[in-house]
């Protein structure tokens, strides 16, 4: 099978070693409470109960009809609501969350089941929506936007993004492994509501093992000619948006442009598993499997968990954390958010939650800039992230942009390669913010002429 790459990348330690012989589980136990965020991708939603009030599994409790990017919330146990304030969350903060105390009743509000291949594609889009389902990779962006293109532009490809390049992650793999028909059917009714042609599922490397059990996946559906599994060699940031389209497809997305502005869409693993389970049961995107691992973590393991379990209740019960353990993140190391504690709740799009020891962490200091280039040699977009920060730190944010600020993926691989251990990325977030809020106030300003 022919290796599909792109240029750039880096190659960290994988670590997957810890969990990627464990299958996904479901706790024994859970905690009796959950706190779900009630905004989770999209814009921001508004409660639509109250403390006091009793929900079922899988009912709507937040939602921002009036706003296009707007995707409902749903409450992932059943039970009363006990409190609606603000909370710690991946986001930050002061995010607003939903404590809901479950009744283990096991009381559900799903919808009907809906065929997706004799409804209309309006109606199909409408139940992404109602399902509330964003990408499960990371960015939660809402998929039913993202199942809707522009006028004029046409989804030629449906990729599935099953790179999960992230160092310690397993939990797409297991996913593939343990539900490959479910995975199957879901890029195939995205295939069919976006008339795409072609399904692609890009697969890192080290998971080739995975190969015939997805190509049985797809024979046993029939899709034989329609989807196909395309290997791409083992490097991050390979499941980028811009590396795996390079990679698969050999287009490049243009600057400022999306995947569809060259004739994809792409989904997640898991995000393509919701969106089956939102036609075939009706069920909201009220769960997700994610990895727990780390040096730090004396359990690591994938673990299946509702939306909104907060990740310190699950501590010593289902997770024991070693007192070697420094560090939280949420996410994978590269591109993960650095946490305070534990006290935080699984949301949508966490696909893990490590645990790391001193030895796992760098914590040198930065020191002046070499000039030495490696973090454009790196750089998978091709940018020069060492003249974007020299521009942003000069507070030339036009000079910046010229070179690409605006471009940048955020992967972490110029920071990964950087001998002076300048936090690269944690100055172009600070400069894309800027940026935004610059063009946010003046958006205002001639609204209001």
């Known amino acids: ?102 009744d283990g009743s096991g009381r559900t509000a799903f919808m009907p089941p809906l065929d997706p291949f004799k409804c209309t594609r309006e109606e199909a889009l409408k139940r992404v929506h109602d399902a509330g389902i964003v990408g499960m990779g990371g960015a939660a962006f809402p998929t039913h936007v993202k199942l809707n293109p522009p006028a004029g532009k046409q989804a030629e490809y449906i990729i599935a993004n099953a790179a999960e390049c992230e160092p310690y992650l397993t939990v797409d793999k297991h996913t593939m492994e343990e539900t490959p028909a479910r995975l199957i059917d879901g890029l195939a009714i995205v295939m069919h509501s976006t008339g795409a042609s072609q399904g692609i599922i890009a697969l890192e490397a080290n998971k080739t093992e995975l190969i015939p059990v997805l190509e049985k996946a797809i024979a046993d559906g029939g899709y ?30 243009p600057s400022g442009g999306l995947p569809v502005d060259v004739g994809c869409v792409i989904q997640n693993v898991g995000t393509l598993c919701a969106i089956s389970e939102a036609f075939r049961e009706g069920k909201p995107l009220i769960e997700r499997a994610l990895t727990v691992s780390g040096g730090g973590c004396e359990t690591p393991k994938n673990i299946r968990i509702p939306v909104g379990t907060v990740i310190a209740d699950l501590i010593p019960d289902t997770i024991k954390i070693s007192p070697e353990a420094v560090k939280v993140i949420s996410g994978g190391p590269m591109m993960g958010v650095a946490m305070p504690s534990g006290n935080f709740p699984v949301a949508k799009n966490t696909s893990g939650v490590l645990f790391l020891t001193a030895a796992e962490t760098d914590t040198r200091s930065e020191s002046p800039c070499l000039g030495c280039g490696k ?39 110029c920071a990964y390669v950087c001998p002076a251990r300048i ?27």
């Open 224 to 253: 034989a000619g329609k989807i196909e599994v395309r290997l791409c060699k083992t490097k991050y940031p390979q499941g980028g948006e811009k590396s795996i389209v390079k990679a698969v497809l050999g287009r490049e997305i």
């Open 423 to 449: 936090p690269l990325i944690q100055h172009i977030r600070v400069g894309k913010a800027l940026v935004r809020n610059t063009r946010a106030a003046q958006q205002k300003k001639q609204g209001g002429k």
């Open 375 to 413: 973090c454009v040699s790196y750089c998978s977009c091709r940018l020069t992230p060492v003249l974007i920060v020299r521009a942003l730190k000069t507070s030339d944010i036009d000079a910046a942009c010229r070179f690409g600020l605006m471009d940048c993926v955020e992967c972490g691989s």
């Open 1 to 102: 099978m022919k290796m599909h790459t792109f240029r750039g990348g880096i190659h960290p330690p994988e670590k997957k070693e810890l969990t990627e012989h464990l299958s996904i589980e479901v706790p024994g136990s859970l905690p009796k409470t959950v706190s779900i965020p009630v905004t989770m991708g999209g814009a921001a939603n508004k409660p639509l109960v109250q403390a006091g009030d009793d929900v079922a599994c899988g009912q709507v409790i937040a939602d921002n009809t009036a706003h296009p990017l707007g995707v409902p919330v749903h409450a992932s146990i059943a039970g009363k609501v006990k409190k609606i304030e603000t909370r710690l969350c991946v986001t930050g903060p002061e995010q607003l969350c939903m404590v809901i105390e479950g």
